[in-house]
């Protein structure tokens, strides 16, 4: 269920569909929320995701034994991300963590909430862990600065968020090469108690802050190569796809569901897919939607190589979109976005490389039968 932002009454907003749906996309001008979000100045409501507790003496262990990241070093006021996984390696969920030396604070997608809730309460067996949703007691605020929020602090430390994407995360491996656009992103999601809203908002309307809506995040995001659980990951989904064992994934941490597919792809094989970013054609004025198929030209034949996960107007760089492609697409190559009647010809960015993966370096062993010739 969808709760009512009291941010969609101020004057221009409009509320976003589907998933999103129950907070602003936009109050009137994306990209100039974009350049108040990226300096800071801006908040992001995001009061339609959920919020549920962990407590009890085994939260941190049970957690860490059961998703992707090392959990058990976090002390209070520390957060991470961790990713739970099905039996082969697919992700099921993306969770945002914040431990304050009596609860663990799990954030995730609203329409992820009862799935995750119901699985994990089926996890505890004997462990000294009681679940909760408090979606109805804390809402999120999301910014890329430092907002004098009324912060929700039940066990006397403030539940702030903080992405860790602007680093790799102690036994995370990055993918990408050369600079990284995450290591400016310095987003935060910051909990307050859900009945402040209402204040907040009569705050935003006396101008001690200005207000972004969803578009201006996602824009942000995209030229960041931040991967989202609810636009990049689709049903076939593994982590070294996205690049994301930068952040949510301790590569030698132990065994935990889908644990093994994580290793053997990483040391021994490859991603059969792999993220970019596009740099879309602009002059049809047009951004494709999530889904639209994206192809390459083959001698005068467009074959389908993947698909954009999603898409926005950037304030600086123009049309962007984050797509997964098959690992064998030409990096070179100029990609074309189908959307409605439109091809949009899009020049990609190598997020994750082709070669990503087989770290081991094993050397290959000769086919059985096969002669092998003595080198000189």
Not at 60 to 84: C, K, R
Not at 317 to 333: E, F, M, N, Y
């Amino acid at each position: 269920m969808t709760i009512a932002s009291p941010f969609l009454d101020l004057p221009g907003a409009v509320d976003s569909v589907d998933r999103d749906a129950g907070v602003a996309a936009h109050y009137g001008n994306p990209v100039v929320e974009q350049r108040e979000l990226e300096a800071g100045r801006a908040i992001v409501d995001l009061s339609n995701r959920s919020v549920l507790s962990i407590t009890g003496p085994d939260r941190l262990s049970w957690l860490n034994s059961i998703t992707s990241q090392n959990l058990l070093g976090l002390t209070a006021g520390e957060s991470s991300e961790t990713l739970l996984l099905d039996a082969s390696g697919r992700l099921e969920h993306a969770v945002r963590v914040i431990e304050d030396g009596e609860t663990l604070w799990l954030l995730v997608e609203h329409d992820e909430a009862d799935g995750l809730l119901a699985w994990l309460q089926s996890m505890r067996f004997m462990l000294r862990v009681e679940l909760a949703d408090r979606t109805a007691d804390l809402a999120t605020i999301g910014s890329l600065g430092t907002p004098a929020l009324p912060i929700a602090a039940p066990n006397g430390v403030p539940l702030v968020w903080n992405d860790p994407w602007r680093e790799v995360a102690p036994g995370g491996h990055q993918y990408a090469i050369g600079d990284h656009p995450g290591s400016g992103w310095t987003w935060s999601e910051t909990l307050i108690p859900r009945d402040a809203l209402p204040s907040l908002v009569s705050r935003v309307r006396k101008g001690e802050f200005a207000v972004a809506g969803l578009l201006a995040v996602e824009a942000l995001r995209i030229a960041a190569w931040r991967p989202r659980f609810a636009t990049e990951v689709d049903e076939k989904t593994i982590p070294h796809e996205l690049d994301w064992l930068r952040t949510a994934v301790h590569l030698t941490k132990g065994c935990y569901r889908g644990q093994e597919t994580v290793a053997k792809v990483h040391n021994l094989g490859h991603p059969p897919r792999r993220l970019v970013m596009l740099h879309l054609d602009g002059s049809e004025g047009a951004l494709p939607a999530r889904g639209s198929v994206v192809k390459v030209d083959v001698g005068g034949d467009r074959r389908e190589v993947g698909l954009v996960t999603s898409s926005a107007l950037h304030h600086e760089l123009g049309p962007i979109a984050l797509a997964v492609v098959k690992r064998s697409t030409d990096p070179d190559a100029t990609l074309l976005v189908e959307t409605d009647d439109l091809t949009v010809a899009a020049a990609q960015v190598v997020v994750v490389p082709p070669g990503a993966g087989a770290e081991a370096h094993v050397p290959r062993l000769p086919r059985l039968g096969a002669v092998t010739r003595p080198t000189r």
